[in-house]
Nanobody, 125 residues
């Protein structure tokens, strides 16, 4: 059974940092790309960052480049999202997702096979 569990969200002031974690269980996730997405109130879910099966390739949406870093730890099947210099517009529920047909990148919500339940990030101004 595939399970993704996010953690690490919370309330932070603008300019602060948070590290999100996504613990995966089920298939050998080391074979697949994983991604972070977010959904703000009243908006569609959007891509944030993705990492390939090996961790050698990462991609980010433009608005987080230079501030967020995605990484993975294969031994524990965990993917991280280090978020620095947070802005109020980063406020959203953050989800991790896996595409079981792709080992390079998962950048479209429609391409995700399994989602976690999300973790809320609130950035105050």
């Amino acid at each position: 059974q595939v399970q993704l569990v996010e953690s690490g969200g919370g309330l932070v002031q603008a300019g602060g940092s948070l590290r999100l974690s996504c613990a995966a269980s089920g298939p050998p996730f080391s074979r697949y790309a994983l991604g972070w997405f977010r959904q703000a109130p009243g908006k569609e879910r959007e891509f944030v960052a993705t990492i390939s099966w090996s961790g050698g390739n990462t991609f980010y949406t433009d608005s987080v480049k230079g501030r967020f870093t995605i990484s993975r730890e294969s031994a524990t099947n965990t993917v991280y999202l280090q978020m620095n210099m947070l802005k109020p517009e980063d406020t959203a529920v953050y989800y991790c997702g896996v595409d079981l047909h792709n080992n390079v990148a998962v950048m479209r919500p429609s391409g995700v096979d399994y989602w976690g339940k999300g973790t809320l990030v609130t950035v105050s101004s």
